[in-house]
């Protein structure tokens, strides 16, 4: 089966960079499947798993918005952060969503209430990698 070269890059690091067969992400217009000798296209990532298809295994990885860039060469994936199933703490990551639920339901201005479902959306995405891997 035929590869190309997937990075997920964050302002840190390089967070992965291997490669793959596919990668599902989910977009601005909903799921996006990229294979090898997709046209080159640039789109706006919503906070969700992204899905690695490689050698017949899977990975997933909880990318925190950001853009996915399809080039002749490569996938780019340019992250406000992401995070590989092994660096998440899954205590803190319930305790973030418990929070956020909780900002959501105070009744505060329309800034902070934008902040709160960011945050619970970060929170749930990261619980959903995390768990993803058990099954």
Same mark, same amino acid.
């Given at each position: ?87 998440? &703490?899954?205590? %803190? =990551?319930?305790? @973030?969503?418990? /929070? $956020?639920?909780? !900002? +959501?339901?105070? #009744?505060?201005?329309?800034? &902070?209430?934008? %902040? =709160?479902?960011? @945050?619970?959306? /970060? $929170?749930?995405? !990261? +619980?959903?990698? #995390? ?5």
């Amino acid at each position: 089966m035929s590869t190309f070269l997937l990075e997920i890059v964050t302002p840190e690091r390089k967070v992965y960079a291997e490669d793959v067969n596919m990668v599902i992400v989910k977009g601005q217009e909903g799921e996006l499947g990229i294979l090898p000798n997709h046209i080159p296209l640039v789109t706006p990532l919503r906070i969700a798993p992204i899905i690695i298809k490689k050698n017949k295994s899977e990975e997933v990885i909880a990318v925190n918005g950001g853009f996915l860039e399809v080039r002749k060469d490569k996938v780019v994936i340019l992250a406000e952060s992401a995070e590989l199933p092994v660096d998440i &703490d899954e205590s %803190r =990551a319930a305790e @973030a969503k418990r /929070r $956020a639920e909780e !900002r +959501l339901g105070s #009744k505060r201005d329309e800034y &902070d209430h934008r %902040r =709160a479902e960011l @945050a619970l959306q /970060r $929170a749930m995405n !990261r +619980l959903e990698v #995390k768990h993803r891997i058990h099954h």
